[in-house]
């Protein structure tokens, strides 16, 4: 299985997300069909990731300037499949992940001395982030 089974509920909070979220708010029952759904596409998204597991080529990035040094070393045969585009769409999207951390998130120099206190550190700056995005998925709150 892909992960843990068990949900979690909370990260850095000691109340649960549910907690913040009314009642009758329309994204309960959104995230109930959510969970019901996703439990029934359970095994064949398993099987889906077990048979992509065995399918897939490691990725390597394609030099621009081809004229210079002999070419690129990724040839034709790598870029033809529709899964290099998509591979490079995903990275670019990873790519600006790390690239708010590190001007955004003030990460591009660790100013912590130690593993875990760096770790800390960049597990807060990639909560922050989420926090970041959150913000722009939400509904703005009607003025009362």
């Known amino acids: 299985m892909r992960g843990q089974e068990k949900k979690q509920t909370s990260m850095l909070v000691l109340r649960s997300p549910e907690d913040f979220v009314p ?5 309960r029952r959104i995230k109930k069909m959510a969970d019901e759904i996703l439990q029934s596409l359970s095994p064949t998204l398993e099987a889906m990731y077990r048979r992509s597991l065995q399918e897939a080529r490691r990725h390597a990035a394609r030099r621009q300037n081809l004229e210079r040094n ?11 499949p529709g899964g290099y585009v998509v591979s490079q769409r995903i990275r670019k999207r ?51």
Do not use: C
Request: glycine share 14%; aromatic share 8%.
């Open 94 to 144: 990873v790519e600006e992940i790390f690239g708010w951390g590190k001007t955004v998130g003030n990460f591009r120099k660790t100013r912590l001395v130690g593993l875990a206190k760096n770790k800390l550190a960049g597990f807060m700056v990639g909560a922050a982030y989420n926090l970041v995005r959150l913000a722009k998925l939400l509904p703005l709150p009607e003025p009362a």
């Open 70 to 80: 002999g070419g690129s070393a990724v040839d034709g045969r790598t870029t033809r």
């Open 23 to 27: 009642k009758q708010h329309p994204i």
